[in-house]
T-cell receptor, first 114, second 108 residues
Framework: ETGVTQTPRHLVMGMTNKKSLKCEQH?????MYWYKQSAKKPLELMFV???????ENNSVPSRFSPECPNSSHLFLHLHTLQPEDSALYLC?????????????FGPGTRLTVT | EDQVTQSPEALRLQEGESSSLNCSYT??????LFWYRQDPGKGPEFLFT???AGEEKEKERLKATLTKKESFLHITAPKPEDSATYLC?????????FGQGTRLTINP
């Protein structure tokens, strides 16, 4: 148990559906992250929030929409996804953004787009 | 652009057979190098942070070392429960960049 929880753990959705992924951290950290992990590819950073403000958006398609209502919660809203978006989506948190603080990861949401 | 390359891509060892995993990197202004362990279907688990060349850290059968161009994760007398994918990541002036990982299998 790392102190970072994610729900749901598994999600199957059609290309026209709208769904949301939820992440919660119980570590008192100030930065939260969304990563995409596809088979045989390095983790891809999608979004970074520091003190509830978005500080990075790495050319992610607009069908992915993040939301950070407070420093403990992070959402990833999904709509009109493509089959190539099927992957493991990981949430992480760290003490602060931009420094050499280790990131703690949640268990991930396995997303399948049909 | 910051880059991380891990080798080998996969490694199979017998229980008790020591070996090393390599992480080569190029980064603008290294702030830290991280090692993670990831089990199938789970998120990465933090192992070590190294900050400067010459630094070493140990935890049970694992020892991480750092030079100006690469890091090694040495595994001494591994057990089957050490089987996992090991990820290396570097924090430069911008974002944390991950390597593609080394998938380690320890056969009993």
């Amino acid at each position: 148990e790392t102190g970072v929880t994610q729900t749901p753990r598994h999600l199957v959705m059609g290309m026209t559906n709208k769904k949301s992924l939820k992440c919660e951290q119980h570590l008192g950290h100030n930065a939260m992250y969304w990563y995409k992990q596809s088979a045989k590819k390095p983790l891809e950073l999608m979004f970074v929030y520091s003190l509830e403000e978005r500080v990075e958006n790495n050319s992610v398609p607009s069908r992915f929409s993040p939301e950070c209502p407070n420093s403990s919660h992070l959402f990833l809203h999904l709509h009109t996804l493509q089959p190539e978006d099927s992957a493991l989506y990981l949430c992480a948190s760290s003490q602060d953004y931009g420094r050499a603080h280790e990131q703690y990861f949640g268990p991930g949401t396995r997303l399948t787009v049909t | 652009e910051d880059q991380v390359t891990q080798s080998p891509e996969a490694l199979r060892l017998q229980e008790g057979e020591s070996s090393s995993l390599n992480c080569s990197y190029t980064v603008s202004g290294l702030r830290g190098l991280f090692w993670y362990r990831q089990d199938p279907g789970k998120g990465p688990e933090f192992l070590f942070t190294l900050y400067s060349a010459g630094e070493e850290k140990e935890k049970e059968r694992l020892k991480a070392t750092l030079t100006k161009k690469e890091s090694f994760l040495h595994i001494t007398a591994p057990k089957p429960e050490d089987s996992a994918t090991y990820l290396c990541a570097v924090q430069g002036l911008e974002k944390l960049v991950f390597g593609q990982g080394t998938r380690l299998t320890i056969n009993p």
